[in-house]
């Protein structure tokens, strides 16, 4: 018998299988189907992002028919949740976080009775930036004839639980992104529901990451599972990201490399606070009891690709040209900046330096705080699209001061749900899941150089 992990990711799908004895035997990925109209309009059909998943669980469960899946476990992106009506229908495509016209309402926050801070301090999150609150609160303002029809709001990994299963679940560590989770609760806020104008009864139930469903008969036959084949709830696919890395203390440092840069850390609510407050990083729950999770949110990835947008030599040609000493330039970490550093003649591969510095300085910032905590602060894992070039990670190792890793498999969330899924399904602690699905260090990164965190 097999475990399949998948991530539903912002822009593809990843599926990681490995046998029951911690063997990868095969990774795998589709685009998530996503549907850009106009820029700044970007949204997921649940039903294209279904089909999607089930042709990618049906072509890996064929090609390994003499050792066959009967365990799926999911890693799941932040924010998107599809409308529903009472026959479990999409009323509605789900928003994806790059969607940006919730942010550009001004009314979204003035129509809540609790202020910005209060919001930050209670959710962890800034309440400028995406999320689902803000999502609600412009299907409101936008569609009262849905909203009037709503049964239920589902991440795309609850529908597919759903229709896989018949489950009604989400994870704390994904409903504490929503901005509708209280963090001393660890549960649905009533305060922000009812500020939202949102009823308790749209949202489902909140279960732990290793809650384990029945996957329907029909399901696995037409999927090619194994007889009696179980889905496991997993979780964020950032707290997955930072398990599948950090191993089970959970107290290093990873750097999670894709659509944005993450640095990340877990320990207990004071401490992620104090962290947060210090380095303006957002606080979500994490996988245990009392853990949660503090981390950097820097768009990194959308920049990199508009500053290499028509470039021939695209933008893995450009990160490999970058140069591992500091240049001490920065540039805004925003689109406007980009395009005008593009449209003045900045040398492309310039502007991916500043990027990168620019970044890093966010990432430092983090990291001494957390060194302040008494935690160690080096090693840092790598994890995530962005892990594979050289230049670039020795550039970060001088800017941070610290050394950094590489691992065995850079798919962090895709191991730390296989992590969660032998704690679901063999009992495993967390330190033996470590142990049967391994990461190794495979490299590290040694500094030079010491760069003010700053």
């Given amino acids: 018998m097999s475990v399949l992990a998948l991530d539903i990711g912002s822009s593809r799908i990843k599926a990681l299988l490995a046998a029951w004895d911690g063997r990868i035997v095969e990774t795998s990925s589709t685009a998530t189907p996503r549907q850009t109209i106009q820029p700044g309009e970007q949204s997921y059909a649940a039903a294209e992002v279904l089909s999607a998943i089930e042709d990618l669980v049906t072509r890996l469960a064929t090609g390994h028919r003499a050792d066959p899946i009967d365990t799926i476990v999911f890693s799941c992106l932040g924010t998107a949740m599809i409308p529903l009506d009472a026959e479990g229908l999409p009323l509605g495509r789900a928003l994806a ?189 994490y996988l245990f009891p009392g853990q949660y999770i503090t981390m950097t949110r820097v768009p990194i990835g959308a920049l990199l690709r508009s500053a290499a947008a028509g470039h021939e ?67 840092i894992a790598i994890v995530g699209g962005g892990a594979g070039h050289d ?9 941070l001061g610290r050394r950094l890793v590489t691992l065995g498999s850079d798919e962090g969330a895709g191991l730390g749900a296989l992590r969660l899924a032998a704690m679901a399904v063999n009992g495993a602690t967390p330190e033996e899941a470590c142990e049967l699905f391994e990461n190794p260090i495979t490299r590290t990164i040694q500094p030079h150089r010491v760069a003010p965190a700053t």
């Fill in 97 to 285: 976080p790059a969607d940006t016209r919730p942010q550009q309402q001004p009314w979204s926050l003035g129509d809540l009775a609790l202020d910005e801070a209060e919001l930050r301090w209670r959710t962890g999150s800034d309440p400028t930036v995406a999320s689902f609150l803000l999502h609600a609160l412009w299907w409101q303002r936008e569609r009262p004839d849905l909203m009037d029809r709503l049964d239920r709001f589902r991440s795309l990994r609850g529908f597919a639980l759903a229709q896989l299963c018949g489950a009604d679940a989400e994870d704390r560590s994904w409903a504490s992104r929503t901005m509708l989770v209280d963090l001393e609760t660890n549960d649905w806020s009533p305060e922000i529901l009812d500020a939202a104008g949102l009823r308790p009864d749209v949202l489902p139930p909140l279960e732990a990451p290793t809650a384990t469903y029945p996957i329907l008969e029909a399901a696995a036959k037409r999927l090619g599972l194994a007889h009696g084949a179980v889905a496991v709830l997993g979780a964020m696919d950032n707290c997955c990201s930072h398990f599948g890395a950090a191993g089970p203390d959970r107290s290093g440092l990873v750097n999670i490399v894709g659509t944005y840069e993450h640095l990340a850390a877990a320990a207990d609510l004071d401490e992620v606070r104090t962290v947060a407050s210090a380095a303006d990083a957002i606080v979500h729950s």
């Fill in 313 to 379: 030599g695209g933008l893995d040609t450009l990160l490999d040209a970058v140069s591992p000493e500091p240049q001490g330039r920065f540039i805004r970490l925003d689109a406007a900046a980009v395009t005008a550093a593009v449209r003045g003649g900045t040398p492309r591969p310039d502007i991916l330096q500043r990027l990168i510095e620019s970044a890093t300085s966010v990432l430092a910032r983090f990291a001494a705080a957390w060194a302040e905590l008494g935690r160690p602060s080096e090693p």
């Fill in 391 to 399: 230049a670039v990670l020795r550039l970060k190792a001088n800017l």
